[in-house]
Every structure is written in C-alpha cells, then in structure tokens.
C-alpha cells in the first residue's frame, strides 16, 4: 500500500511560481513511476507530468512544456511539480499517483495505482 500527500498548492497572480509536492509512504517508492494529473471544474482529470523510477525519463502534456518541472527524491520518497509562469488555464486541483511500472512515464490515468487527496491550484488573471 502506498500512501500519497500532497502540498504546495495556493492562489496566485499569473506569471507566478508554485512547487508542488508529494510525500509517500512506503518503501518502494522508489520503484514506482510517479505522475501529475490535474482537474479543472467540469473537465476530466487530465495527464500533466510523470517520471520514471530513477528520475531518467519524463514526460508533460504539451501545454505545460517548458514551464513546469517534474523531479523526484528517492531518499525523501518525495515526488515534486515546479510550475512557472503559471495561466489561468493552469487552474485546477493537481493529483500525484504512483505506477507500479516504475520504468514507464505513463500518460493514462489507468495504469496508476494509487492516487493522492489533491492540492487547488489557482491562477488569477
């Protein structure tokens, strides 16, 4: 069983930074791909990030390239979303969840095993 907590999120002005993180339980965190999904009001949960075990391979939802940064800390059992130059298009409550195939960086919600509480992010104009 793994246990997944995350923090970090807020309101704030566009342009801004937030990092989001997610604490686990469990000490095979670090065998587990790790993810970001987020949902806005009204919208399906959606793929935003994911990292493979060791932190090698990462994948993001093309929206988010360039501006948000997905890393981990195997020794924390922490996975972490930076996000800059935030929209208001980035609104949403953000998930993490943890896959048990650690090597994928998988985009479908399905393949994740387990799934946090959520954090709100949300971006004012």
């Known amino acids: 069983q793994v246990q997944l907590v995350e923090s970090g999120g807020g309101l704030v002005q566009a342009g801004a930074s937030l990092r989001l993180s997610c604490a686990t339980s469990?000490?095979?965190?670090?065998?587990?791909?790790m993810g970001w999904f987020r949902q806005a009001p009204g919208k399906e949960r959606e793929f935003v990030a994911a990292?493979?075990?060791?932190?090698?391979?990462?994948a993001y939802t093309d929206s988010v390239k360039g501006r948000f940064t997905i890393s981990r800390d195997n020794a924390k059992n922490t996975v972490y979303l930076q996000m800059n130059s935030l929209k208001p298009e980035d609104t949403a409550v953000y998930y993490c969840?943890?896959?048990?195939?650690?090597?994928?960086?998988?985009?479908?919600?399905?393949?994740?095993?387990?799934w946090g509480q959520g954090t709100q992010v949300t971006v004012s104009s």
């Open positions: 469990g000490r095979t965190f670090s065998s587990y791909g």
């Open positions: 990292i493979n075990w060791n932190g090698g391979s990462t």
């Open positions: 969840a943890a896959d048990r195939g650690g090597n994928r960086t998988s985009k479908r919600k399905y393949e994740y095993e387990y």
